[in-house]
């Protein structure tokens, strides 16, 4: 693990990406095992960016990756948001893989007034939670340890697209329940 640290993600991406997803896969590292977390989080961040990343980085890496980010959202602001990673994760369905997205996205790009990006995080945030009530729970809470952690507040944004998800859970909860009846 020092050594994928040491070699970082520049020399993997030459001898291919998908090289460094089997060797993360056979490794299993989890947060514990983590040396030089801000390594790690720049090399997740990188991989998920990367074509191959997108599609092979498994679950456990993404959840790393937003476990590292709660501390280190601060190092990635550099790095500019990528609509096609959201566009994949919510055509490929692959629902723990986007909610692990959008709570890095929340934590590293928080969408401002206006705009694609806040458009974008905020539909695909409604989505998810009609799919996944859960996500809501689980994204307040990874927020919640992210504003805690770095003395940040959670955006109104945020808690308000939150509010409208359980709002709209709710309603379709109750209409599930009434046609059920029938």
């Keep these: 693990m020092r050594s994928v640290e040491l070699i970082g993600y520049q020399e993997f991406e030459e001898v291919g990406v998908e090289q ?3 060797l993360l896969d056979d490794l299993g590292v989890g947060v514990e095992d983590v040396g030089d977390k801000e390594e790690w989080t720049l090399l997740l961040l990188n991989v998920i960016q990367s074509s191959e990343g997108v599609q092979g980085l498994s679950h456990r890496y993404r959840k790393l990756f937003g476990e590292l980010t709660i501390s280190w959202s601060w190092r990635l602001r ?3 948001w990528s609509s096609q990673i ?5 055509g490929s369905q692959e629902r723990d893989k986007l909610e692990c997205w959008i709570g890095v996205a929340w934590m590293v790009w928080p969408p401002g007034t206006g705009g694609t990006i806040k458009e974008d995080i905020e539909h695909t945030m409604l989505s998810l939670f ?5 996500a809501i729970r689980k994204l307040k809470k990874r927020m919640e340890r992210w504003s805690e952690e770095n003395d940040y507040q959670v955006p109104e944004s945020f808690k308000s697209i939150c509010k409208t998800g359980c709002f709209e859970v709710a309603q379709w909860d109750v209409r599930q329940v009434l046609s059920f009846n029938r």
């Design 86 to 90: 959201t566009a994949f994760l919510k």
């Design 78 to 80: 550099g790095y500019i």
């Design 20 to 22: 460094l997803i089997e």
């Design 130 to 134: 009609r799919q996944r009530s859960d």
